[in-house]
């Protein structure tokens, strides 16, 4: 079966209501391929998740960006997955490389966080990668193996999990992972999922690219063998993230 292509566009902690509707409205207004040539999931901040989904369109959909490790309680500042639930929120990104480093989520957390979260009934895109001090000792794939472990430990069912493999160093800073850089990657974390998960794991489970992604390299990028999708920053707050979705077309036509 092939994979559907999977284009996320991660807004992080951007936007007013007003800017909000913009975008949605953007998006409403976009010519893109069909659903079962894309599938197309947005994550705004926690507070406009509801504005979000209730003006877009009904073949997009709406995911968090982070959820709390374990059923809520008292934990300030935090929202569980029986929230996300409880608001039809369908989707939550969880392990971004922003909340590694600058709130340190280990693997380990960000592997109960994923099991927490999928018991709930939440699909979601967990994401992996290497910074650039990692890159250069030539440690890449120990770094997203440990990452990916960590994740295969406390899951068993991986219908509903995305991965997102985002080189650190390409995150934000205009550097992208070349398109040969990108397919080593997501082919050697394939080749992990199939020996040390399952076959069937391996060949099913969507890795999407994120680092950079931009209208004028998705479609080299998507055309990559093991790259099904995008992960999508900065660019998913400007229109140009509709060139990204149509990017899914390179897979129809390959």
């Not at 960006?65 to 059923?71: E, H, I, L, S, T």
């Not at 809520?72 to 929202?79: I, L, P, Q, R």
């Not at 920053?233 to 140009?240: H, I, Q, R, Y």
Request: charged content about 20%; proline content about 4%; glycine content about 8%.
């Amino acid at each position: 079966m092939a994979r559907k292509f999977f284009v996320g566009g991660n807004w992080k902690c951007n936007g007013t209501a007003e800017e909000v509707k913009k975008i949605v409205n953007t998006l409403n207004e976009a010519q893109v391929p069909s659903q079962d040539v894309v599938e197309v999931v947005v994550s705004p901040p926690y507070v406009f998740l509801p504005l979000t989904k209730s003006i877009l369109r009904p073949d997009f959909h709406v995911a968090a960006q982070n959820c709390w490790v374990k059923k809520g309680g008292a934990y300030t500042g935090e929202v569980s997955a029986e929230m996300l639930v409880n608001l039809d929120i369908p989707w939550v990104i969880l392990g971004h490389s922003e909340r590694r480093a600058l709130l340190n989520e280990s693997n380990e957390f960000v592997g109960d966080k994923v099991a927490y979260a999928l018991a709930q009934g939440l699909k979601v895109i967990a994401c992996v990668g290497e910074t650039l001090e990692q890159r250069e000792a030539g440690s890449t794939m120990d770094v997203v193996a440990a990452q990916t472990k960590a994740i295969a430990d406390r899951v068993s069912n991986w219908s509903n999990v995305v991965i997102a493999y985002e080189p650190v160093w390409a995150i934000g800073t205009g550097k992208v992972a070349s398109p040969a850089q990108a397919q080593e990657v997501h082919d050697e974390l394939r080749k992990w999922l199939a020996k040390n998960v399952s076959a069937d794991v391996a060949a099913t489970t969507r890795i999407i690219y994120g680092g950079s992604v931009n209208g004028g390299n998705c479609k080299e990028l998507g055309g990559q063998a093991d790259v099904d999708g995008f992960l999508v920053g900065g660019a998913s707050l400007k229109p140009e993230f509709i060139d990204i979705i149509k990017a899914a077309e390179v897979k129809k036509s390959a």
